[in-house]
């Protein structure tokens, strides 16, 4: 039996109990007992950064938010695939899960809150992007288990017609969002529609760069206009 030991623990805004534990070589993420993130399951978080800032548009001086820190894959991913003058802006919603990544959780992504192209933010990235008068060449969102599994209540709002209108209103013209989730929503990709997004999905496996693992799905939308 794999031996678990706590490392850390937290409260979500609605009470839940959140904790990091190592369980064998794997640090593990879990709310309510249940598995949210994990170091051995990376590799969708990983395909975001892909699928945001394709290889063929070589991104050298842009803007990338990303919402949801976790541990810190998807930001790594971003960084190494913009040039030095580009910036990072990384909204999580737990100052504990930023704590945590820069200490038991640092090495797992390389230190990416080492990076001086980074700016973290603790707070709702939902009253952020309302407040906000930044433009974005890409979001990657990552705040929850999808568009209707909520582990904070107050992440539904993100993913309604109007919050997608505001995160439409933080991309510039060209700009790319992607969205990941534990499940396919048709329902979620006719919303991104309304909101003014071209979108479709891609799935995903969790261990991406071996093929294996939950299935998982990744909703990539872009601004045109």
């Not at 070589?25 to 975001?48: A, D, I, K, P, Y």
């Not at 700009?175 to 990941?180: A, E, K």
Request: hydrophobic content about 40%; some cysteine; overall charge positive.
């Amino acid at each position: 039996m794999v031996k678990h030991t706590v490392l850390a623990a937290s409260t979500t805004p609605d009470g839940e109990r959140l904790t990091l534990t190592r369980e064998g070589l794997e640090m593990v993420v879990r709310v309510r007992g249940e598995t949210l993130m994990s170091t051995r399951r990376s590799g969708s978080e990983q395909v975001m950064a892909t699928l945001a800032l394709p290889a063929d548009a070589p991104p050298s001086d842009v803007h990338v938010l990303i919402g949801g820190l976790g541990i810190g894959y998807t930001l790594r991913a971003v960084l190494d695939r913009i040039g030095p003058t580009s910036r990072v802006t990384v909204l999580e919603l737990l100052g504990d899960v930023v704590a945590w990544n820069r200490g038991p959780l640092a090495a797992c992504a390389d230190y990416a809150l080492d990076d001086a192209r980074v700016e973290i933010r603790v707070g709702d990235l939902f009253d952020y992007l309302a407040a906000g008068t930044t433009r974005f060449d890409a979001i990657l969102l990552d705040v929850d288990n999808g568009p209707e599994a909520f582990t904070v209540r107050s992440n539904e709002r993100l993913y309604r017609v109007d919050g997608l209108t505001t995160v439409h209103r933080a991309l510039r013209p060209g700009g790319m969002l992607v969205v990941w989730s534990a499940f396919r929503s048709q329902s979620f990709e006719r919303r991104l529609r309304r909101a003014g997004f071209d979108a479709r999905s891609v799935p995903v496996r969790a261990r991406a760069e071996v093929g294996k693992g939950a299935r998982h799905t990744l909703f990539v939308a872009s601004r045109k206009h």
